[in-house]
């Protein structure tokens, strides 16, 4: 199912599509794609932010790949509903707890972070973020209030919530370097405190072979530009890990270049670039479309279970961005190609 959504997103989408077209010629695979709106296209379509017929298309597909959402047109305050709000409805209805965000910057890249080459070089971090929980989700309001109004939003995780994502992270970690940080803010939060209490149970009943410790968010923040070779897997809840992952994106050099895997236990799993719809470089056939081609390395691996498939993907990209092709958002000035450009590159390398 494809979502390409506003801004970018479209530009980006295409060629995440182009790269699933050569890879069914070159492996002998079929996918049947269908299209369907959300986000502010779907607001001036048909007034939802998420259709009920989008909705039920992705209910089928075996995986849905999305472009980004929202856009000034859409941003006023007044407004019934938001784009964001269709993005929010399908995690949620999906139930895809668990957002994989790997923060891998490229050998070939480390100058194109804000960062000196000696600090990233050799990072490596899954971060894992809660997505179907807490302050995104939890009960919220306003009201009259002597100086004006009073507005809140409730923070709120259950057990099983917690869990659930603390054990896919783990199961992660295992799979990687063996370690897992679970970031949170329990010197002030009762909901930290549950998570660190339901967490260090779960790693100590099922994962004693995981190395296992937890950073406060704050701290966490700090660690990510100083040190961030010494994490594996990073688990955390939902808004603290919005936060931290587009620091992190700082890393590579660029949010065009961070795909990410939304997954649940069940049923499709979502991938998408973390950017957003960049509505200031919408149309102009210059985005960046990495992130989105690596969200399709993810899909093949993490829905379609095609390691070889998604391994050709990353192969790709890695020798394009080798070779030195860049597309604005990382070339530091200097010469750059476009989004379809940056797709031809993709496909030729993976030819
Ligand atoms: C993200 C985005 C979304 C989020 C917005 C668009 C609602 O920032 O995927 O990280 O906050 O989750
Ligand atoms: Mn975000």
Same mark, same amino acid.
């Given at each position: 199912?494809?979502?390409?959504?506003?801004?970018?997103g479209p530009e980006v989408v295409k060629e995440g599509r182009r790269v699933l077209d050569a890879i069914a010629t070159r492996f002998g695979h079929r996918f049947v794609f269908s299209e369907h709106l959300i986000g502010g296209c779907a607001i001036d379509a048909h007034g939802v932010a998420l259709p009920d017929d989008t909705l039920a298309a992705c209910r089928t597909a075996s995986a849905v790949l999305l472009g980004a959402v929202g856009g000034p047109?859409?941003?006023?305050? !007044?407004? !019934?509903t938001r784009p964001e709000?269709?993005?929010?409805?399908?995690?949620k209805e999906l139930q895809l707890f668990a957002n994989l965000r790997p923060i891998k910057p490229s050998p070939h890249l480390l100058d194109a972070s804000p960062l000196r080459p000696d600090i990233i070089k050799g990072t490596d971090i899954l971060f894992v973020r809660e997505l179907t929980g807490g302050l995104y989700f939890g009960e919220a309001g306003?009201?009259? $209030?002597?100086?004006?109004?009073?507005?809140?939003?409730?923070m709120i995780y259950n057990t099983g919530e917690i869990e659930r994502v603390v054990r896919m992270s783990a199961q992660a970690a295992r799979k990687r370097r063996g370690r897992l940080t679970m970031v949170d803010k329990a010197n002030v939060l009762e909901v930290c405190r549950l998570w660190r209490s339901v967490?260090?149970?779960?790693m100590a009943e099922e994962f004693p072979d995981v !190395?296992?410790?937890? #950073?406060? #968010?704050d701290a966490m923040a700090m660690h990510l530009l100083s040190r961030p070779? @010494?994490?594996? #897997?990073?688990? &955390?809840?939902?808004?603290?890990?919005d936060i931290l992952t587009d620091e992190g994106s700082m890393l590579t050099g660029s949010m065009g270049l961070l795909p990410s895997a939304s997954l649940g236990t069940s049923g499709p799993g979502l991938y998408e670039p973390i950017h957003g719809s960049a509505p200031d470089i919408a149309g102009k056939g210059i985005a960046n479309p990495l992130a989105t081609i690596l969200a399709v390395a993810m899909l093949l691996r993490h829905s379609l279970g095609l390691e070889q498939e998604a391994a050709t993907i990353e192969t790709a990209v890695d020798a394009v961005?080798?070779?030195? $092709?860049? &597309?604005? @958002?990382?070339?530091a000035g200097k010469h750059s190609i476009g989004t379809e450009e940056m797709g031809a590159k993709v496909l030729a390398a993976m030819a």
């Open positions: 199912m494809l979502l390409p959504g506003d801004g970018i047109k859409w941003d006023d305050p !007044k407004a !019934k709000a269709g993005l929010l409805k399908i995690r306003r009201k009259p $209030h002597a100086s004006g109004e009073e507005a809140w939003n409730v967490s260090a149970k779960i !190395k296992y410790d937890v #950073v406060l #968010v070779r @010494d994490f594996d #897997v990073v688990v &955390t809840e939902n808004l603290f890990g961005l080798a070779a030195g $092709h860049r &597309t604005r @958002d990382i070339a």
